[in-house]
């Protein structure tokens, strides 16, 4: 199918299209006779609506139950499109998909597209667009904070074709930003669970621990290596026995694994380690460098993330340093530690992974983020973080064999993770160029389809 746009589509103002629009300017919970509180109703504002997601999650606060009925006279839906209406992200949008109340803040407005006129997944699809971003932006008035009153939110033009046509925009395009958001929330999982395989072996010592406690049972080794394997996989003896019957293979494996675990503790200046494993300045595992020089005038926005000691900062056309990335804050802030899985510019306020002695990046990432940066900063009114101090830490170096099979892990883990963002970037592009095409008529929607299908496919790792 295709669109012709010059015969059946048509230009109309939002205000003609919608069943509501709700808008909170100047409204505050002291101002309705309370205060924010830890916990009740979450307040949505402008700073949590960036890129179609909801953001800044930590930064959410709260009102009670009371406080929400006296402030939403009406409730947000589901289908229902936010926008936020002043400051740095005017014109950010968001389609609300969630089941819970929330309260919305005074800069961002809820739209309610009437169905008998707009689809909501189309309008939202519509409202992301750069017609209808760049009229936002000329009607947008005030020098220093660019904002959008109501009045001129319900004069934006809306190019609305007929409905079924409309559903399969709106649904071609919706199924891409879920696809993007499971991969987004897969790739969380994934990085999850690396973080407990190294919290487990490295911070709890339960394997070791298992098999210590099955020895002072009265078990015999072979019941102590069975016991480091339940540790390892979270399964139990009977579910052990299912995989060594129909996976050998793995069951192998995991038996390897478990027997590169001693089955004793011993005392350190560290307190009770593994058996073997020794205390280590951290430089002996590997060896944190001075980020480099980028200023402002010479930046070009490009495919590389750039670094500070805040975390990510933009864009480059040029990178430094090669993946996996270990970075932390040098100046500013500190304590901080970030993975970037592509390749990358780390400004000269952190403090970059360069070389790995006796240990992979996941370890180097992870062992950092156990650590109380803060408490080595040599500042006075800026933070800052010594790297000789850093490289001066005591830590555990639990030897080669365990270290390496921890790297094999978890690269298996972030090489699906990076298989993910790839094909979320991929996606959005194609999202971002498919647009524009379906709204002009240019491109068929059976075409748009069949790429983001083939765009859409499972990555095999």
């Known amino acids: 199918m295709s669109f012709d746009s010059a015969s059946n589509w048509t230009l109309r103002p939002l205000g003609e299209c919608i069943d509501l629009i709700i808008d909170h300017r100047g409204k505050t919970p002291r101002k309705l006779g309370s205060n924010w509180v830890d916990s009740g109703v979450p307040t949505i504002s402008a700073k949590n609506v960036s890129g179609g997601k909801l953001v800044a999650k930590e930064s959410i606060r709260f009102v009670s139950h009371d406080i929400y009925k006296k402030w939403m006279k009406e409730d947000v839906r589901k289908g229902d499109c936010l926008l936020v209406s002043e400051g740095a992200t005017l014109g950010e949008c968001l389609y609300w998909d969630e089941d819970y ?43 220093s904070v660019p904002g959008l009153r109501q009045t001129e939110v319900l004069k934006l033009m809306v190019l609305a074709p007929p409905l079924d046509e409309q559903a399969i925009i709106g649904n071609t395009l919706f199924s891409v930003n879920e696809k993007i958001k499971s991969n987004t929330k897969t790739n969380r999982t994934l990085e999850q669970m ?52 129909e996976q050998p293979e793995q069951y192998a494996e995991l038996r390897a694994t478990a027997e590169l675990f001693p089955s004793t503790m011993r005392d350190s200046e560290l307190g009770e380690i593994p058996e073997g494993w020794e205390p280590a300045p951290l430089s002996e595992l590997f060896e944190l460098h ?23 900062h933009g864009t480059h056309s040029q990178y430094k340093m090669e ?49 109380d940066l803060k408490t080595l900063n040599s500042g006075s009114a800026v933070p800052s973080l010594n790297r000789n101090f850093v490289h001066s830490i005591s830590v555990i170096n639990p030897g080669s064999t365990v270290l390496n099979k921890f790297e094999s892990l978890s690269s298996s883990l972030f090489e699906q993770v990076v298989q993910n963002i790839d094909q979320n970037e991929l996606l959005s592009t194609l999202r971002d160029t498919l647009l524009p095409k379906l709204l002009s008529g240019e491109l068929s929607v059976s075409t748009a389809e069949d790429q983001l299908a083939e765009a859409a496919e499972p990555a095999n790792v």
């Open 323 to 371: 993946p996996p990335g270990i970075i932390t804050g040098r100046s500013g802030v500190i304590g901080n530690v970030y993975l970037s899985l592509k390749k990358y510019w780390p400004l000269n306020t952190t403090l970059y992974v360069r070389q790995f002695r006796s240990c992979g990046p996941y370890y180097a990432y992870h062992l950092l983020k156990t650590l």
């Open 194 to 245: 690396a973080q407990a395989i190294f919290k487990s072996w490295f911070v709890d010592f339960e394997p070791v621990k298992a098999k210590i406690a099955a020895l002072e049972a009265g078990g015999s080794e072979e019941d102590a290596l069975l016991a480091a394997m339940q540790a390892i996989s979270g399964k139990g003896e009977a579910e052990l026995t299912r995989l060594q019957a």
């Open 101 to 143: 109340p929330v309260v919305l803040g005074q800069r961002i407005f809820c739209i309610r597209a009437n169905p008998e006129i707009l689809n909501p997944r189309y309008l939202y699809a519509y409202m992301t667009s750069e017609a209808f971003q760049q009229e936002i932006r000329s009607r947008a008035t005030g020098s």
């Open 290 to 312: 001075r980020g480099f020089d980028l200023p402002q005038k010479s930046r070009e926005e490009g495919p590389y993330e750039v670094y500070a000691a805040g975390g990510l």
